[in-house]
């Protein structure tokens, strides 16, 4: 029985030192601040973790949100990462989840402090949790390169404001980013210069970006043509490309005196015209943006 029982305290030790061990951060309760970050072109929802670093939701314009851990140390964090929702304090019994589990790999430039980024359907996860008054805790399986584990924990506590506070910035987001629109190309039927719906719609996003952002200060208007047909009417067809959709931005509030209208023929094809796919995507004209 006395050996059954020593057995029994082993394999009890086995399983729980590793996060008796384990270092913890997280905010108490009096220390569980959510601050909101607010604008049209992203959102961030943050607490900061003290001796650690912080913790965000950050939702930009035209993407889906995802988490960053992000640590004031260099090295932080790699190798295998555990992501739990735990009970908070305040909720004895109930049983914690396992959101998912990561596998970091050591930074390639050790004096480089990034990051661990959690994808959208994970963050989506943690976001529920918090609402339900849970503890979203990472383990790290290898603290600052020790091979020890570390414990770091988000607190619910004050979550529900500032969680509607970040819902209404993210219903207010523009509808795309810089990147998205910053390089835009309308593609034409043969011999046709006229917008399609489907092209307003795009320099719709566009404008609405433009009529946004402050820091935008150049607009170019490229347009071009394939191959097929007389050379000068091929110049032509391009001007006209570019002409009507410089007239476009500017009747719906683009300011004139940022564009630049320019027309190539078919002197600049995107690919060669030796196919009808080719020619296709040579029918084109480009818009791009440039910021401060």
Request: hydrophobic share 40%.
């Amino acid at each position: 029985m006395m050996q059954k029982y020593r057995l029994f305290i082993v394999c009890w030790a086995v399983l729980v030192s590793p996060f008796v061990a384990a270092v913890s951060f997280a905010p108490s309760i009096d220390q569980s601040v959510w601050g909101v970050e607010t604008s049209k072109f992203y959102c961030r929802l943050s607490q900061e973790i003290p001796t650690f670093g912080r913790g965000s939701f950050f939702h930009e314009a035209g993407e889906l949100a995802v988490f960053e851990l992000s640590s004031t140390q260099k090295g932080s964090y790699s190798g295998v990462v555990r992501l739990v929702a735990e009970a908070s304090p305040w909720q004895p019994g109930v049983a914690p989840k396992l959101i998912t589990q990561l596998s970091v790999p050591a930074q390639s430039v050790p004096d480089q402090v990034k990051p661990l980024t959690v994808s959208d359907k994970y963050a989506g996860e943690m976001l529920v949790s918090l609402y339900q008054g849970m503890s979203p805790t990472f383990t790290l399986s290898n603290w600052l390169g020790s091979g020890e584990s570390a414990r770091v924990s988000l607190l619910a506590a004050n979550f529900q404001k500032s969680y509607s506070d970040y819902i209404t910035c993210v219903d207010d987001l523009l509808p795309v980013n810089y990147r998205q629109i910053a390089r835009t190309a309308v593609l034409y039927p043969p011999a046709q210069w006229r917008l399609s719906d489907a092209s307003k719609e795009r320099l719709d996003l566009i404008i609405q970006y433009v009529n946004t952002d402050a820091k935008v200060t150049k607009l170019y208007v490229d347009g071009h043509s394939d191959n097929a047909g007389r050379r000068l009417l091929n110049r032509d067809l391009s001007k006209q490309r570019a002409e009507d959709i410089t007239r476009y931005l500017v009747a719906n509030g683009i300011s004139e005196d940022i564009i630049t209208t320019r027309y190539h023929g078919e002197r600049y094809p995107a690919v060669p015209n030796n196919s009808k796919t080719n020619r296709a995507r040579n029918r084109r004209a480009t818009i791009r943006l440039e910021r401060e």
